[in-house]
């Protein structure tokens, strides 16, 4: 089982935090379950330290640690073959992932 690790920086619990929050954990879920995936969800403004690290600029904004390359996204994540593109992460196609 490959892993993938993932982070999603988000600013407080507004609603679009929450949005983004529900549609990553139903990615790694029902897209992703083939994999283990690691999430870390991080308010920026309860550690800033990691949004300057990390170059936030907006949230929410997923960062794909592992596998490499790293790769961001920023918004809500509504867009499920969108996100898994820009991810890098296995196809997408109507619906189903080609495995």
């Known amino acids: 089982m490959s ?3 993932l982070r999603l920086f988000i600013a407080g619990r507004t ?14 879920e029902q897209e992703l379950e083939d994999y283990q995936c690691e999430l870390v969800v991080i ?4 550690d800033p330290q990691q949004a300057e690290i990390e170059k936030i600029l907006a949230t929410p904004t997923l960062i794909k ?5 790293r790769r961001r996204v920023i918004g809500d994540l509504s867009n499920i073959a969108d996100v898994l ?10 619906g189903d992932l080609v495995r």
């Open 43 to 46: 308010d920026v403004l309860a």
């Open 65 to 69: 640690d592992e596998p490499l390359p």
């Open 15 to 28: 609603s679009r935090s929450e949005r983004a929050i529900a549609n990553l954990r139903r990615i790694c």
């Open 85 to 94: 593109t820009a991810l890098n992460l296995p196809p997408y196609i109507e």
């Open 3 to 5: 892993k993938i690790s």
